[in-house]
């Protein structure tokens, strides 16, 4: 097995469940409303509904395929940009509140949390066009968090874990995902990190995509399966 595959065995096997998962989880279903009419903007009625039925099935049966990938930050070199769209870069700081509560806008299920983890270490790495947020790099320097799984492992040190990536949907398709990465490659190179990892569900193809794109390696798929109360984790490495 690669050094690469080591690292990420220790980070993510024999990972026990959160509860604090559980209960984020409780708290996204209180944004039910909010969902509903962010899916309508971007998936329209026919996807939509499709989501809400898998959503409601999901407390009874519940199957997930999460894809995690990892890069060597050493070896990684940010490429020069056209300047097609000219965006600022900032770290958000506690006091940031109007950029805080856009970031937050922007992914429901960090809702009244952004704040709180700035301050307690984590980076929020915000793209500006004017006062506009439009886009933002949510990173962990102490634990990795696998929502969309309920697990969590303290990181290693010298390692970062990429909590949530986004960008708004006038600016997709400019360039702006990659540029956030290599910014926040260069910030966490500046702090002794040396590995950022991260992960997206199996399907998201946009998003896996765009970790290709900048040099990020798949390592292993997550299977996760609840049944009711009963939940199974299975761990698959990546075969390329």
């Known amino acids: 097995m ?10 993510l096997k024999g990972i026990p469940e ?23 903007e971007d998936y329209g009625w026919h996807i939509t509904i499709k989501k809400t039925l898998a959503y409601l099935v999901r407390w009874i049966y519940f199957r997930q395929v999460y894809r995690v990938y990892g890069i060597k930050l050493d070896t990684i070199k940010e490429p020069k940009y056209s300047d097609n769209h000219k965006f600022t870069f900032k770290l958000l700081t506690p006091q940031n509140l109007d950029m805080i509560a856009q970031v937050e806008n922007t992914a429901e299920w960090l809702r009244g949390q952004v704040k709180e983890r700035i301050a307690a ?47 708004q949907k006038e600016f997709r398709k400019s360039g702006l995902g990659a540029q956030l990465r290599y910014r926040i490659f260069d910030v966490l190179k500046s702090r002794g990190i040396h590995r950022l990892y991260g992960g997206t569900l199996r399907s998201n193809t946009a998003s896996l995509n765009l970790t290709r794109s900048v040099g990020f390696r798949e390592i292993c798929d997550i299977h996760y399966r609840k049944f009711l109360s009963f939940k199974i984790w299975e761990f698959k490495r990546v075969r390329k």
């Open 121 to 167: 270490g984590q980076l929020c790495l915000v793209a500006l066009d004017g006062e506009k947020v439009a886009g933002f790099n949510l990173i962990n320097l102490e634990q990795a968090s696998l929502i969309l799984v309920n697990r969590t492992k303290k990181l290693r040190a010298g390692s970062a874990w990429s909590e949530h990536i986004a960008v």
């Open 18 to 40: 959160d509860k604090r998962l559980l209960d984020t989880a409780s708290l996204r279903s209180s944004g039910m409303a909010h969902k509903l009419q962010r899916n309508l």
């Open 2 to 11: 690669a050094r690469d595959d080591k690292s990420a065995a220790v980070i």
